[in-house]
Nanobody, 116 residues
Framework: VQLVESGGGLVQAGGSLRLSCVAS???????????MAWYRQASGKPRELVAS???????DYEDSVKGRFAISRDNAKNTVYLQMNSLRPEDTAVYYC????????WGQGTQVTVSS
């Protein structure tokens, strides 16, 4: 399994970005059953869970991103998305996707930088 994240960049506070994560190596059936998540790691801090989505598309969010971020999935494309709105400087981090309860090798992530 290989995870490839994209969509990061430099944005001003209040702006938006949409991250994508393509999971290759899963069959479509297995991917559709896999709970997926987005994580982030800011410089000098541990990686933290940001958002998750299960096979029934139920979602959950870390408190600081509730109401601003939205996770979704397209099982036909083995892809998970993270729509990030009202971005804040404290959202600056490298963002990764992976399983929620079982993990593939981590991808390279995508850098999100929010300027004040």
């Amino acid at each position: 399994v290989q995870l490839v994240e994209s969509g990061g960049g430099l944005v001003q506070a209040g702006g938006s970005l949409r991250l994508s994560c393509v999971a290759s190596g899963y069959t479509g059936y297995i991917f559709s059953l896999t709970s997926m998540a987005w994580y982030r790691q800011a410089s000098g801090k541990p990686r933290e869970l940001v958002a998750s989505i299960d096979s029934s598309r139920a979602t959950d969010y870390e408190d600081s991103v509730k109401g601003r971020f939205a996770i979704s999935r397209d099982n036909a494309k083995n892809t998970v998305y993270l729509q990030m709105n009202s971005l804040r400087p404290e959202d600056t981090a490298v963002y990764y996707c992976n399983g929620l309860t079982s993990w593939a090798p981590w991808g390279q992530g995508t850098q999100v930088t929010v300027s004040s």
